[in-house]
């Protein structure tokens, strides 16, 4: 009898415990959902176009946007045209081109990449994302490759 | 008057029973002995905590939160409101100030091991407050949308996606959003201004009422002496008048510093510009950017970020736990070794500091 009711106190014991639980889980759920930003519709960019091949000097660098992310445009000295998304591998900061120091430069970190955009010294790990740059005309477009 | 005066008084102590805690605060004292001037640095961080209240309620009245209204509204506020700049400046000011009154009261409460028992809970709640000052100031590092502040949050927050499994969601969530946003200045500005001081109340309100029931922490040494060689001064006034002077000669220097060396505003974050250079995190931070800096990208299989997060957080947490690990100091012993380690941390973080700033 004794044990009989001790038992049918620990299930009525159990039913509240997990009662409880579902009832702070449903309380949690919706919140921590609502900290998760939903995600945006973004229009995939594809190509883009940037401006007229004399708007960039030789042994320059340039930033432009591709879609939300920047890119950056190089104009070597021998006039040759190449684009890189400027988003350091390292840390996500923005690089920019050094004339002093032919290279890609992030300040964030001093992490350098060549004109190839291959990492050369400091923390990047990875290379630059490189973008295919087209010049039809006189007008310089640039899209992702693959 | 003084009549008027019992009454009240009597009207409360009727209700509320408050003799017994006023007569338990006129017996507080303070014990005197050469390094009793660390006891003051608690109660510089506390004014300091209380300057940077009002005079952030003050900035919050001109303040709009925005891509589009922060940096101008802050622009607005120190060319266009009467004393904005100054208010703009003592809030800096005392907020960088505050976290190295912090940092000091932390030091000296380890070096004197006035953690040790009764007094564990009292380090675990100031070591919190450490911690959530530390969030304020990366907090409110953005909340300008200058320049330096949009790619030092870019960084710090970026360091949070390199913890694998759920870093990348995690920083989603930070950043209320993939990138660095006007979403990612909302929620740094709610947890700044709603979800931080909430909290910090709190934990400050927990953090004084233990040290208000312990009394202050006599040092280990002390146990061997007679009590009459014990030398204490009361809490009221003395120690308390003692206070206020140096919160009012704290008030100066803030004053100085404002007038002399205001706060810059710099140039407004543009997404879609290059990391200046030059760029730093704040000066509490340089200790483990440049630990960062020097990281190779990958130690033992682990990328180079993580390693040094993972690091930082094990020594924090050993930090946080010194009370429970330090049983030495407890029994009376003299225990070396946490001086060697307190030293070893301080002397890492003076370096690394100094080598942040001159190695660029």
Redesign the interface.
Known sequence: MENQKSSRRNFLGYILGFGFLGWFISVLYPIVRY???PK?PEAKVKSIKVGKVDDFKPGTGT???FG???G?LLRLESGEFRAFS?V?T???????YRGDMKAIW?????GVYDLNGRNISG???RPLEAFRVIVRGDEIYISKEG | MAKFGEKLFNWFDERYKIRGFIEFMSHKSVPQHRHSIWYYFGGVSLFLFIIQVITGILLLLYYRVGEDSSYESVQFIVSKVKFGWLIRSIYSWSANLMILAVFIHMFSVYFTKAYRKPRELTWVTGFLLLTLSLTFGFSGYLLPWNELAFFATKVGTEIIGSIPVIGKELLIIVRGGEDVTGATLSRFFGLHVAILPGIFTVILFIHLLFVQIQGMSEPPEWEKLPPEKRKYIPFFPNFLLRDLLLWLIILNILAILAVFFPWDLGKKADPFAPAPAGIKPEWYFLFMYQTLKLLPPKVLFIEGEFFGVLVFTIAGILWLLVPFWDVKTEKGYRNRLINYIGLFVLIYMITMTILGYVLS
């Open positions: 900290i998760i930003p945006m930033i432009f946007k939300n992310k920047p950056i400027a350091c390292h840390l996500d900061c923005t690089v920019q992030c300040a964030c970190h001093n923390p990047p790990p």
